[in-house]
């Protein structure tokens, strides 16, 4: 489940910077900023932060962040 709490101005403009130039190297930033928010939610983190996950558009933790259900 995502907490709205976890949709701060910071992870917001990053989910959108990644989802609208696809360049997803911030994803582990994103992390670091949901963690800042109060996200413990370990599948989010850590798909966020593992080097070898696939992002692209339509991946299901940014999408989370952006609210796309």
């Known amino acids: 489940m995502f907490d709205v709490n976890w949709r701060t101005d910071t992870a917001?403009?990053?989910?959108?910077?990644?989802y609208e130039?696809?360049?997803?190297?911030?994803?582990p930033i994103l992390a670091d900023a949901l963690q800042d928010a109060g996200c413990d939610a370990?599948?989010?983190l850590n798909h966020l932060r593992d080097p070898?996950?696939?992002h692209v558009r339509g991946c299901w933790a940014l999408d989370l962040v952006l609210g796309k259900e």
């Open 21 to 27: 130039s696809r360049n997803f190297g911030a994803a």
């Open 12 to 18: 917001l403009a990053l989910a959108k910077q990644m």
């Open 42 to 44: 370990e599948d989010i």
């Open 52 to 54: 070898s996950a696939t």
